[in-house]
Nanobody
């Protein structure tokens, strides 16, 4: 079992910055991929940024150049540095992990953290 705990959301003015953190805990698994997704009211959940299974880093076109995903493997934590925030970035942000445990691949989600950008 893997637990993902996000933190760092909040209210910020347009043009501001926030850093989200996602700490993973548990045992008996190998992490294959980590990422951040977001879901705005009335919209589908979408990828924001991720370290993929094949070792690449992906970003949504809408956040390229403004957001950066990073990780601290020693802390099993992934970060999302968000700069130049705009009202359209307002959403609940979810941390995601794809793990392998005894050759069984599973996907886990955090509880979400709200990011609200005022104009």
């Amino acid at each position: 079992q893997v637990q993902l705990v996000e933190s760092g959301g909040g209210l910020v003015q347009a043009g501001g910055s926030l850093r989200l953190s996602c700490a993973a805990s548990g045992s008996g698994f190998t992490t294959l991929a980590r990422g951040w997704y977001r879901q705005a009211p009335g919209k589908q959940r979408e990828l924001v940024a991720a370290f993929t299974i094949d070792g690449n880093t992906n970003y949504a076109d809408s956040v390229k150049g403004r957001f950066a995903i990073s990780r601290d493997s020693a802390k099993n934590t992934v970060y999302l540095q968000m700069t130049g925030l705009q009202p359209e970035d307002t959403a609940a942000y979810y941390c995601n992990a794809v793990v392998d445990s005894w050759r069984i691949r599973s996907t886990y989600w955090g509880q979400g953290t709200q990011v609200t950008v005022s104009s």
